[in-house]
């Protein structure tokens, strides 16, 4: 049991690392920022408006 806890502690630990990278990457790199958080949030508002548009209609 003990061994079983200390492997998924070190897969736990690698993946924060991994996202952390990920995400330090994102936002030094502009491109990178924009399509990461500009292109999710238009999908998000022509979503949105879709779904206002269809239960009026």
């Given at each position: 049991?003990?061994?079983?806890?200390?492997?998924?502690?070190?897969?736990?630990?690698?993946?924060?690392g991994w996202?952390?990278?990920?995400?330090?990457t994102i936002?030094?790199?502009?491109?990178?920022?924009?399509?990461?958080?500009?292109?999710?949030?238009?999908?998000?508002?022509?979503?949105?408006?879709?779904?206002?548009l269809s239960?009026?209609?």
């Amino acid at each position: 049991m003990d061994a079983l806890l200390t492997a998924v502690t070190s897969v736990f630990t690698s993946a924060i690392g991994w996202v952390a990278t990920v995400g330090t990457t994102i936002t030094s790199t502009p491109v990178l920022l924009l399509f990461a958080v500009g292109v999710p949030l238009c999908g998000l508002g022509v979503g949105m408006f879709k779904r206002l548009l269809s239960t009026r209609g």
